[in-house]
């Protein structure tokens, strides 16, 4: 059943005195219940960014994003809508991403009250993310990074969401950690019977926990598939330099020297295929016409 | 390793320097003098029964004034008037500036806009013109002058705290927060106000001299404290008519550089204790 539909989705940031940013610029995907779903791009193509416009946390310039058959409205001042609460997020920084002036305990039992569950307890929820019963009176700064996304993931999942979103949850962590965050928050999500989009830069994690993977780059889906299909054949030139980068991935989101240039202004995005300044097999038409077709947005594999 | 050694190792560095030190004590010996007044004072601060103007000596350490009181009584029991009234302008003008501040931070839009064109105003004149304007718009009497502190001291903790706020409403776990539905008013009290708090306290003991400062100056040009009472700033211009006797106007105005200098110490090492940046966002102030 799909879950979550998000169709030609645009965002801008708007800054006073900027030309805006298009971080989003027409991204479609979808996930479905149990299902998990890797979002992979280098850092900067506006992931981030397609994860808060999910949860609410940032206006669509343009597009629709459908949650259970409802439309997602933005987060304003008001409460979030019932009907929204099914959406949580996993942010990126451990640091931030508790109040280090609760106990994580209240902070968990915010997420159990979301659920109207009164029968499971925080030192539960501690027990389920693998930490020990009877940390519920601690506050944050008592725990490690990845202690921290733990309890986060514990708050998380205390609301009983049908869609769980981490974005990079475990690329702050050290990497000993980051494989462990990332199966458990799998388990967690599939075994309750979420979806999961989870966001990462980093392919050969995205690769053990997905079972499907979309690829972004400069704020548009470039190819989505099975993971072990698109792993065993890339087809967009894109996801195969991603996956050429692998052994050398420097963790910090930018592609080695195999993929020549940066990441384009997103802000002034190249004109026809936003990849072909960087693509070591564009043609003519690459340059000018954008190549908006599915599963792999490449003149290469237009459908026929 | 003793008990006491272990805790002294304990104490944050900030708190071991000499000004911090001294702060602490003097500001301690006022807040002692402020309730045991009555005690340590060995003549009633109003009898006008003395000789008049007798300079310092055994009989009276700080001599007496033009109507034969004890200046040293006066100046112990003038801690009773401008201590708890300078503290209660801080806490009004904290509760005030900080509750207007955060809504603006917070909420944005029209609240900011019209928060921030008030204090904006305030702070378009200088600060001791406009309080002493207000003071005299509303009648010299020492309540009127504490309100007309509140007047000019309130924008600058509604600029901070915005400040602090706007930042904090993006950071992470008050997303979170919100995304668990929270309402803006649990959010901002539950996840955004404790964790300001902090450097708005420093600003508030750094605000303590200054506000005293103000509030003993209203006094002193006359629009606050009328003459019998023993307010630092009505004696220093008592004193200032009698000027060959030094001393009637020189203990009062020492006992409002103490008070000033402690509070400023003492403010001066909190605001060390935070993070650089904290720190930074609390110096913009107007006072
Ligand atoms: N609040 C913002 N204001 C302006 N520009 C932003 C903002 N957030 C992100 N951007 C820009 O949008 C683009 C995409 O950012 P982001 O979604 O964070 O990417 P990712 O998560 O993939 O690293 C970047 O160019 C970034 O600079
Ligand atoms: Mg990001």
Redesign the pocket.
């Known amino acids: 059943m799909t879950l979550l539909t998000v169709d030609d989705l645009v965002v801008e ?1 708007r ?1 006073p005195g900027r030309p805006a ?1 298009r ?1 989003v610029a027409g991204a479609g995907l979808t996930v479905s219940s149990g299902e998990v779903v890797g979002l992979v ?1 280098e ?7 397609l994860a808060r416009a999910v949860c609410g946390l940032v206006p669509a310039t343009s597009g629709n994003i459908t949650f259970q058959g409802g439309p997602v409205r933005p987060l304003g001042l008001r409460r979030r809508h019932r009907s929204l609460l099914g959406i949580q997020m996993v942010f990126q920084d451990p640091y931030s991403s508790l109040n280090p002036r609760r106990k994580i305990g209240a902070q968990i039992a915010d997420g159990l009250a979301v659920a109207g569950d009164t029968t499971t307890t925080p030192a539960d929820l501690l027990e389920r993310v693998g930490l020990p019963r009877g940390f519920e009176g601690r506050h944050p700064h008592e725990f490690s990074g990845g202690q921290r996304q733990r309890i986060a993931i514990a708050r998380a999942l205390a609301a009983r969401p049908a869609l769980l979103i981490g974005d990079e949850p475990i690329s702050a962590l050290d990497a000993s950690a980051q494989a462990k965050v990332a199966t458990l928050m799998r388990e967690l999500a599939v075994s309750s019977g979420a979806g999961l989009l989870f966001i990462s830069h980093d392919l050969s994690v995205v690769r053990i926990i997905a079972d499907r993977i979309a690829v972004m780059y400069l704020g548009k889906i470039v190819e989505t598939g099975p993971t072990a299909e698109v792993w065993a054949n890339p087809r967009h030139p894109y996801t195969k330099a991603l996956l050429g980068a692998i052994p050398a991935a420097d963790g910090a989101g930018h592609l080695p020297a195999e993929l020549a240039g940066d990441v384009p202004d ?1 802000a002034d995005p190249p004109g026809g295929c936003r990849f072909h300044p960087r693509c070591p097999v564009a043609m003519d038409v690459c340059r000018a016409k954008e190549p908006d077709f599915t599963p792999v947005a490449c003149w290469l594999h237009e459908p026929a | 390793m003793s008990r006491l050694s272990r805790r002294r190792r304990r104490l944050p560095e900030a708190w071991r320097r000499p000004l911090a030190v001294v702060g602490g004590v003097i500001a301690l010996t006022w807040l002692i003098v402020a309730v045991a007044a009555p005690l340590l004072a060995p003549y009633d601060p109003l009898a006008q029964e003395l000789p008049r103007l007798a300079p310092p000596g055994p009989d009276h350490w700080f001599g007496t004034d033009q109507l034969g009181r004890d200046i040293f009584s006066r100046v112990l029991y003038g801690a009773r008037v401008s201590i708890p009234l300078t503290l209660l302008l801080v806490v009004l003008s904290v509760l005030i500036g900080g509750l207007l501040g955060a809504c603006a931070g917070y909420f944005g839009r029209w609240v900011d806009e019209t928060v921030m064109r008030f204090a904006d105003l305030v702070f378009a004149f200088p600060t001791v013109i406009l309080a002493m304007v207000v003071a005299a718009a509303l009648g010299a009497s020492l309540t009127n002058a504490v309100l007309a502190v509140l007047v000019v001291a309130w924008p600058s903790y509604a600029r901070v705290t915005r400040g602090l706020v706007m930042g904090m409403r993006e950071r992470e776990f008050v997303l979170s927060g919100r995304l668990l539905g929270f309402s803006a008013w649990r959010s901002l009290r539950l996840d955004v106000l404790p964790n300001v708090t902090g450097p708005i306290l420093v600003l508030a003991t750094l605000d303590i001299g200054t506000a005293l400062l103000l509030l003993s100056g209203l006094s002193f040009l006359g629009l606050g404290a009328k003459p019998p009472s023993p307010e630092w700033g009505a004696m220093v211009s008592s004193g200032v008519e009698v000027f060959d006797s030094w001393w009637v106007a020189t203990f009062p105005g020492l006992a409002i550089l103490t008070v000033v200098l402690a509070f400023n110490f003492l403010g001066d090492t909190l605001r060390d204790a935070l993070d650089p940046r904290t720190a930074r966002a609390i110096k913009v102030r107007a006072l």
């Open positions: 940031h800054t940013v971080a791009g850092s900067g193509c506006g992931k981030s960014t997103p």
